[in-house]
């Protein structure tokens, strides 16, 4: 499975913001799919992940209630809606895809990861 993310920017802080992940392969529909990023000098954290069906979405701590993950199977497409966006929400932004069922993925269980795509949040 090849990923190739869009969508980041610089925006400023209170707007909303969409990613798009674009995924090759037939076989998109059997991986779990996440969102992770990476702020300069900090480690790849857990953003969102969403079962193969669509179902079984679970969120890290600091985006609950603000960024919704989604995925068309038919069209080979995850997103990450991203609202009341806040600097610390400033990071490079990965869609990832992994065959494992944890509920919040862990970087190294991540069999697939896409070139990243920045997000800028100015205060």
């Known amino acids: 499975v090849q990923l190739q993310a869009s969508g980041g920017g610089l925006v400023q802080a209170g707007a909303s913001l969409r990613l798009s992940c674009a995924a090759s392969?037939?076989?998109?529909?059997?991986?779990?799919m996440g969102w992770f990023r990476q702020a300069p000098g900090k480690e790849r954290e857990f953003v969102a992940r969403?079962?193969?069906?669509?179902?079984?979405?679970y969120y890290g701590d600091s985006v609950k209630g603000r960024f919704t993950i989604s995925r068309d199977n038919a069209k080979n497409m995850v997103y990450l809606e991203m609202n009341s966006v806040k600097p610390e929400d400033t990071a490079v932004y990965y869609c990832?895809?992994?065959?494992?069922?944890?509920?919040?993925?862990?970087?190294?269980?991540?069999?697939?990861w896409g070139k990243g795509t920045q997000v800028t949040v100015s205060s």
């Open positions: 969403i079962g193969r069906g669509g179902g079984y979405i």
């Open positions: 392969g037939r076989s998109f529909s059997t991986y779990v």
């Open positions: 990832a895809a992994t065959r494992s069922y944890s509920v919040y993925i862990k970087a190294g269980e991540v069999d697939y």
